[in-house]
């Protein structure tokens, strides 16, 4: 387990490109979702549907801070364990 964990931090530390587009996605699909909460609220009258959409939207929202966080986590902390792991590769040597 300790090995897949440490696999899967090197691959996404090591790619802040991919990071940063995972970040801006998240960051777009927790706009829309707030749109469309903001949609059902001000623009749909009072019903099942208009709940319906503001749960999906709910949805979005937050299927997007976390999208966004996992970005920011490969970012910066996962490239600070890269580089650590990196260094102690190169004191071994």
Not at 22 to 43: A, E, N, P, T, Y
Not at 46 to 65: D, M, R
């Amino acid at each position: 387990m300790k090995e897949k964990i440490h696999r899967l931090a090197m691959k996404l530390g090591n790619s802040p490109k991919l990071a940063l587009i995972k970040m801006i996605q998240g960051g777009l699909l927790f706009v829309f979702g707030v749109l469309m909460l903001m949609v059902s609220d001000r623009v749909l009258s009072e019903s099942l549907t208009q709940e319906i959409i503001a749960l999906f939207g709910l949805i979005l929202a937050s299927c997007g801070v976390i999208w966004t966080m996992a970005g920011y986590l490969s970012m910066s902390v996962l490239r600070i364990y890269h580089m650590l792991q990196k260094r102690d590769e190169d004191d071994a040597n």
